[in-house]
């Protein structure tokens, strides 16, 4: 697996602990050097070889030609708070994690709401995707997802004309899930996106990837993924879909307003508060690659942002 130095990634969650730290000691204004220190740093040796980078499989590339990551690296590197903030640990904290059986509750503004056993999910056409995944981080990877579109989900239930937004939310099972006895988020994780964001044709309801079912650690039995978002906008383990009026409140709004807002649209040009977005770290690759406008996918989004108004790039 590929072994990546703390140092390179800076975790969504440090306004909670080193923020604290660096404002009592003076240190915040230049926060943004803890990461521009990374860029340009040589990568020292690691154990990883070019073979165990290889994707399981073969050629499993994005549609720009980028090599899907591997299962390993998918599967061993991941965000999952509900679990800890700890990437490389979220693996051995899921083994007991109760996938099946499981239910999504769809409802809110919507003609026919229906509570989907995940076998019903299931029954809808499953379709492979490649896409890059954009952390908010700075890392990222390519990924072979399984799964179908949002947009079969929200045609089934037939939204009300008022309905405007799409809300979404996570298991909430402390006992399971032990990162959700942590008080310094509003749990469960919500997300949210407007109508026509969520019934775009990339816009994927991901029930595995590589052609297996969805490992626990990637968001099982089901989760959301938006590739021209960054990351943190493709919940996981998703038990709750509404169809609401009003533009929802994400746990990462609520946690750091000054840092995520609702849009979260990936632009190289507008950087995080805290680090700049103009380059990223692909798991497996050494150095950084520039960050692309809506991560690559601005032929097909462009259209649903005609004004490009800075409010959608945070
Ligand atoms: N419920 C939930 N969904 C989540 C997260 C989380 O902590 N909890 N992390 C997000 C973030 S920050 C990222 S980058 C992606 C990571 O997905 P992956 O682990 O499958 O690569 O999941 C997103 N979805
Ligand atoms: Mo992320």
């Known amino acids: 697996m590929v072994k990546i130095r703390s140092s390179e990634i800076t975790p969504e969650h440090v306004f909670l602990s080193r923020r604290e730290f660096l404002k009592s000691t003076g240190l915040l204004a230049s926060g943004s050097l803890l990461l521009a220190a990374c860029g340009g740093v040589s990568v020292p040796a690691s154990s990883t070889t070019e073979d165990e980078m290889q994707p399981e499989a073969s050629g499993a590339v994005d549609e720009l030609g980028d090599s899907a990551n591997s299962y390993v690296d998918i599967t061993n590197f991941n965000n999952f708070y509900e679990f800890t903030t700890d990437k490389t640990a979220v693996v051995d904290l899921v083994g007991n994690f109760r996938t099946s059986p499981w239910q999504v509750e769809v409802g809110g503004l919507v003609h026919n709401p229906k509570v989907y056993d995940i076998d019903d999910l299931l029954g809808f056409v499953q379709e492979e995707r490649v896409y890059r995944l954009r952390c908010v981080e700075g890392w990222s990877m390519v990924i072979p997802w399984n799964g179908f579109p949002l947009a079969r989900l929200l045609e089934d239930v037939e939204p009300m004309a008022d309905a405007k937004y799409v809300r979404f939310e996570t298991l909430y099972d402390p006992d399971q899930m032990p990162g959700q006895k942590s008080p310094w988020y509003v749990w469960p994780y919500v997300e949210g996106l407007r109508l026509d964001e969520a019934m775009h044709k990339l816009t994927l309801m ?16 089901i989760r959301l993924v938006v590739p021209w978002k960054y990351g943190f906008k493709s919940i996981k383990s998703i038990v709750k879909i509404d169809l609401v009026s009003e533009q929802p409140t994400s746990l990462w709004m609520a946690a750091a307003p000054n840092e995520y807002g609702f849009y979260a649209n990936v632009n190289p040009e507008v950087p995080h508060p805290r680090w700049s977005q103009a380059t990223e770290r692909r798991i497996g690759e050494l150095g950084r690659r520039q960050t692309l406008l809506f991560n690559g996918y601005a032929d097909e989004v462009a259209p649903l942002y005609p004004d490009m108004s800075p409010s959608l790039f945070f």
């Open 206 to 221: 991901a029930t595995g990837l590589y052609g297996k079912t969805l490992p626990a650690q990637n968001g099982a039995p």
